[in-house]
């Protein structure tokens, strides 16, 4: 019997009841099979042998795709956990879970031996050996008794768990290659032949599926490319982002520290603090021109506020709480009810609206110590919030105007960024059509401004669809920082009112908006952009002073007081050290411009001008300097 085959073009074939995808793949073209790893039949991702048993849309998944790539790592973690399995036999060795994550792959086992870096080179000759045996890598469907007898006999209690938790009407597959037998959803690769490039990059210790009262298993951690020349791209990548981390840079340049008395919570030393208030100036800058009001609100607030806000029900189990005169109260984890009750202050009429509120609000959220990461992932953070209240019908103005001031300040730090819309999640708050008038409204914004985006479903705020930008630094890593959201609920939960034209009572609608996002977090990307090597505006020191010996302190010391009283941030290096010494240390605090003060400096009452990317020096007049400084820090360069 023949069955009707749709192309994603378009086209439609018929083919024999089930041929498989590899077969309908093979009969477009002969590169086309070679290079496909697997299919989608109506959009379910399935094996190249799988069979099209019905009229379908099959599409055929290339090597070079997102989709392959992960295939391809899925089945590198599979690889790695049958040479663990070879290498220390397989009684010793009890398997986990081993999904693919951004960038690469990992698997948990548990081995009584402890491993540790140095053992993952063999594990390596392992799956070189594996993968020379070009073992088909064959999926098949089992009953749920059939699979427990199975991982019964392989004595594999991990995988029983996995089984046991999985629902009544799952469908189970097991896929085997060799001797080796996992659980798994797939798809994969049809033979280990096809697995390419990897490598393996540490092993660390993680609770089983997450949980700290379960046992800690090792964990390694991997990744795979089709090719060896973006294995190595990669891999100098990683090595890169080493030598940019912003916890090294940041100890290194005296910018942040943290302590073991306020874990997750960052302290800020002097030159961190240069950086964050020239951030805080810029944005304020810009604001002000754009027609936002600074507040100020509370940190902590009692609980009524933020069961009444919505907060209490989606997010108290990321909230600090503490009792005050017997009364619960929260450190805010947002900034949104404050501005709330600052709107509603006073009287307000449709001729103030849009009524814009900014604050650098410094928010608490309780974060799992293993998921501290430096700036990027903290207790306490100040999010350069606003909150702009306006009528339905200048939503899409002000979205637009959001727009134009988030791109404006991303390019000032040459970054390039990708727009996510994300609409409703599961437990969304309020009415379905508020909702749907909402996503509308954005995907209209995003449109009408021309702006390509990417849709992610499900991924909205409790209270509003939003749109997130993601920026994209020197090494085209992705971070998220701002976002807009836009709100119909807190204007009810709130009871927030303008009088309109027609002197009754009507909901504004509220537009919540971030730029850096998270600041601390905005710095610690830019310190890793950068590489530490700031623009002139954001250095903590911008011009540092080389006297090429003792007799030239007095000069070195008038010139600073010049360059001071002009503005600059400078330092003066009064060491009795070698001059090229002292220029190797100004080039590791990454100063952008260092001046050498000599004989001939002094008696010209001019600076020898050093870049520090540059080998050469410039003679210039103090003023001349000053001059040229002025102009790179008004264009923010």
């Not at 730029?515 to 530490?532: A, N």
Request: net charge negative; with cysteine; charged share 30%.
């Amino acid at each position: 019997m023949e069955i009707q085959v749709k192309l994603p073009d378009g086209t439609i074939r018929r083919y024999s009841r089930n041929t498989t995808v590899a077969q309908v793949a093979e009969s477009i073209s002969a590169s086309l099979k070679k290079n496909a790893v697997a299919g989608k039949i109506d959009g379910r991702l399935v094996d190249l042998d799988h069979p099209v048993e019905q009229d379908s849309l099959v599409e055929i998944i290339m090597a070079d795709s997102s989709e392959g790539l992960m295939i391809h790592r899925h089945s590198t973690a599979h690889l790695m956990a049958q040479a663990v399995e070879r290498i220390y036999g397989d009684q010793n060795v009890k398997l986990g879970i081993g999904p693919v994550i951004e960038d690469g792959f990992y698997y948990d086992i548990d081995i009584a031996r402890p491993l540790s870096v140095e053992d993952l080179g063999a594990i390596e000759q392992e799956m070189e050996k594996i993968i020379g045996e070009n073992l088909p890598i064959l999926r098949r469907v089992v009953s749920r008794s059939e699979a427990m007898e199975r991982f019964r006999q392989l004595e594999e209690p991990l995988k029983l768990e996995l089984l046991r938790d999985l629902p009544e009407d799952a469908v189970i597959s097991l896929y085997e290659q060799g001797e080796f037998t996992d659980l798994c959803r797939g798809p994969h690769l049809p033979s280990t032949g096809r697995i390419k490039a990897f490598k393996l990059l540490s092993v660390a210790g993680a609770y089983w599926r997450g949980d700290s009262d379960n046992q800690v298993l090792q964990r390694i951690y991997g990744t795979s490319f089709f090719k060896k020349s973006q294995l190595e791209e990669h891999l100098h990548m990683l090595e890169e982002a080493k030598k940019r981390d912003h916890r090294k840079l940041g100890k290194e340049l005296g910018l942040f520290m943290f302590s073991e008395e306020a874990p997750g919570m960052p302290f800020y030393l002097p030159k961190g603090m240069i950086i964050r208030t020239e951030l805080e100036n810029f944005s304020r800058e810009l604001q002000r021109y754009s027609g936002y009001d600074e507040v100020r609100s509370p940190l902590m607030m009692n609980r009524r506020l933020w069961e009444q806000s919505g907060h209490w029900d989606h997010y108290k189990d990321e909230m600090y709480f503490t009792k005050v005169d017997e009364t619960d109260f929260a450190l805010k984890p947002m900034n949104c009810p404050g501005h709330m009750l600052i709107y509603k202050n006073s009287l307000r009429s449709y001729r103030e609206l849009p009524i814009r509120i900014a604050e650098y609000g410094q928010v608490h959220r309780h974060e799992f110590s293993g998921a501290l990461n430096g700036m990027m992932r903290v207790r306490t953070f100040c999010q350069d919030d606003a909150h702009l209240f306006v009528l339905p019908e200048q939503i899409e103005d002000e979205i637009s105007r959001v727009l134009e001031l988030i791109d404006q300040m991303y390019k000032v730090f040459g970054f390039e960024y990708k727009v996510e819309l994300s609409t409703r999640p599961d437990d969304y708050m309020g009415a379905e059509e508020l909702w749907d008038q909402a996503e509308l409204s954005l995907e209209r914004v995003l449109k009408n401004n021309g702006i390509e985006y990417r849709v992610n479903e499900g991924d909205g705020a409790f209270y509003g669809p939003k749109i997130d930008f993601h920026v994209l630094d020197a090494l085209k890593r992705s971070w998220q920082c701002g976002t807009i959201q836009l709100d119909f609920q807190m204007p009810e939960k709130f009871d927030l009112t303008y009088i309109g034209e027609d002197n009754g009572k009507h909901r504004p609608v509220v537009i919540h908006r971030a730029v850096f996002g998270s600041i601390d977090r905005f710095m610690g990307i830019l310190t890793e952009h950068f590489s530490g090597a700031f623009p002139l505006w954001l250095s903590p020191v911008q011009v540092k002073l080389l006297p090429v010996s003792g007799v030239h302190a007095d000069y070195a010391f008038e010139v600073k007081k010049q360059l001071q009283a002009a503005g600059l941030r400078v330092e003066l290096d009064a060491r009795d050290e070698k001059l090229g010494y002292k220029i190797r240390e100004a080039q590791l605090e990454k100063v952008p411009y260092m001046l050498v003060l000599g004989d001939q400096e002094q008696n010209n009452g001019t600076v020898s001008v050093r870049g520090r990317a540059e080998s050469t020096q410039i003679p210039l007049s103090v003023q001349e300097f000053i001059q040229l400084l002025a102009g790179q820090i008004a264009e923010r360069k």
